[in-house]
Nanobody
Framework: QVQLVESGGGLVQAGGSLRLSCAAS??????????MGWFRQAPGKEREFVAA????????HFADSVKGRFTISRDNAKNTVYLQMNSLKPEDTAVYYC?????????????????WGQGTQVTVSS
């Protein structure tokens, strides 16, 4: 019903920047005012919340570990959400996933999200 495809991951040195994109498609995507979230999962660790944005872009939510370094934005005309990551640290290394939830309100709980992408690898070298 809804497909999410992440891109933009890669290898970067500590202090560098990356911008992740998540393109959404599917017949039902336009029927709901989805909130979009970014999560990440490092090897041997549970998936953790990174950032989320509501349908109107005026509502955003960030994990404490990324506040001031990451920003989230969306272009509803393009069905795309972005995660700008600055001042990257080795501990940001993980697979990053985008997710969509039909409620429209950004939240940090993975269980609230209805659709998930396949993930994109981000590796930050020291």
């Amino acid at each position: 019903q809804v497909q999410l495809v992440e891109s933009g991951g890669g290898l970067v040195q500590a202090g560098g920047s990356l911008r992740l994109s998540c393109a959404a498609s599917g017949r039902t995507f336009s029927y709901f005012r989805y909130a979009m979230g970014w999560f990440r999962q490092a090897p041997g660790k549970e998936r953790e919340f990174v950032a989320a944005i509501g349908w109107t872009s005026g509502s955003t939510h960030f994990a404490d570990s990324v506040k001031g370094r990451f920003t989230i934005s969306r272009d509803n005309a393009k069905n795309t959400v972005y995660l700008q990551m600055n001042s990257l640290k080795p501990e940001d290394t993980a697979v990053y996933y985008c997710a969509a939830e039909t409620g429209g309100v950004p939240n940090a709980k993975p269980s609230e999200y209805d659709y998930w992408g396949q993930g994109t690898q981000v590796t930050v070298s020291s």
